[in-house]
């Protein structure tokens, strides 16, 4: 942020996160929640026009993070520790189209946090437009913090404590919801994303084609 102020920018967007200690009174920590917010906060007490956004689960985490994984019975499911709280979710590239709302409206935005979300929709929701889109059966599992943290891999605890934070302490983004949608019409709500983006999910399913050969 220093670099930032020192370079006498005219506006700077800066992507940050709320503070999950804050949220939780303490009782949970997630490493990347609280240094973006301990960001957010020095940047705060800066002269740079600055407008904070902070940006929800991303659907492309269904590709890389929570593919649908084969089941026993032949179905397939994801899972997380969010329980049936709504998560929060938009397209990375629709991202851009919020900043550049920003970027466009300096003396309404500068000095704001606005919330970047196309969706707020229980788990089990993205679960039913996966099935309805993809022609697939899809189940999601609610999974307890304590399995989750562990299954071992890289960042495991900490999305484990992000997931249950949400859970717990953000019951709803509704608010950032509407905002975006009228900051950005043209965002993208998760069945459209899917649809446009089925052929990417194809190898998933292609795997159990091709195991039963």
Known sequence: MDAVEAANIEHFVFSTLPSAKQLSNGTLSVPHFETKAAMENYSRSKDTPTTYVHAAFHFENFLSFFPPMKLEDGTYGF?????????????IADLGGIVNAIFSNPSVYIGKLKGAVAEDLEPAKYAEIITRVLGKTIHY???SREFFA?????????LATQFTCNRLHILERKADLKSSHEMYPEIKGFEQWLTENK?????????????KV
């Open 150 to 158: 562990s299954l071992g891999f890289p960042g495991a605890e900490d």
């Open 141 to 143: 599992n609610h999974i």
């Open 199 to 211: 052929a990417a999910f194809a190898p998933f399913f292609q795997e159990q084609l091709t195991s």
């Open 79 to 91: 899972g997380f520790p969010q329980g049936n709280t709504p998560l929060a979710a938009l397209a």
